[in-house]
């Protein structure tokens, strides 16, 4: 399985980009790099998704390096209500099954400060 | 459209007590995955069912088992609490895109159910 490494914590002044970077240098060549955020208490949102090229959607942008080694996830303008964890998980296959599984790991508490 | 829907949001129970918990999937989603997520820590995989089956399971008991009714609604049931089965249990439908990129898949989470066994 391929396995995440994320900074344990990160602050960001409200107003200006947050940058969260994420490792998976285990990453094969067709699994997926998915970006969850879960506010305190609640279930697990889901943020965006990328294989090898960079992507956006109206919450954030992913971005992948060419080797795929690593990605970070940008949001562009952050906000008070975008404190969270963040994880960056790598959909690996289960090959038994034929299904997908997902592995969370700590993932990265960002606070936005106003 | 409703989201993803737990039921109960809480529930207490005791050491060596049983537990049901109940999901329904978003609309148009037939694909159920069972979350535990302790105090601190992320999400850990339970098991996922499709078509009223389990389709693959976490590193999880036997005392965790579930079942997919044909309505893709889905319970998760766990025998003989511990202490350390207190956690949030998270339910997530999936939705399945096929495109020529292969196969995208994009899970919506429910709210939760916190369980305290005591």
């Known amino acids: 399985d391929a396995k995440t490494t994320q900074p344990t914590s990160m602050d960001c002044a409200e107003g200006r980009a947050a940058n969260l970077p994420c490792n998976h240098s285990t990453i094969s060549g067709n699994e997926y790099v998915y970006w969850y955020r879960q506010i305190h208490s609640q279930g697990p949102q889901y943020i965006i998704h990328g294989l090898k090229n960079n992507e956006t959607n109206e919450m954030a942008s992913l971005i992948i390096t060419e080797d795929r080694k690593s990605s970070t996830l940008i949001l562009p303008h952050a906000t008070l209500r975008d404190t969270a964890v963040y994880y960056c998980?790598?959909?690996?296959?289960?090959?038994?099954?034929?299904?997908?599984?997902?592995?969370f790991g700590t993932g990265t508490r960002l606070k936005v400060l106003a | 459209d409703a989201g993803v829907t737990q039921s109960p949001t809480h529930l207490i129970k005791t050491r060596g007590q049983q537990v049901t918990l109940r999901c329904s999937p978003k609309s148009g989603h037939d694909t159920v995955s069972w979350y535990q997520q302790a105090l601190g820590q992320g999400p850990q995989f339970i098991f996922q069912?499709?078509?009223?089956?389990?389709?693959q399971r976490g590193n999880f008991p036997d005392r965790f088992s579930g079942h997919q009714f044909p309505n893709y609604s889905s319970e998760l049931n766990v025998n003989a609490l511990l202490l350390g089965d207190s956690a949030l249990y998270l339910c997530a439908s999936i939705r399945i895109l096929r495109d020529i990129g292969g196969e995208q898949e994009t899970q919506y989470f429910g709210p939760g159910t916190r369980l305290l066994v005591l």
């Open positions: 069912y499709y078509e009223e089956e389990e389709r």
């Open positions: 998980i790598v959909r690996g296959l289960n090959s038994t099954s034929g299904t997908y599984k997902y592995i």
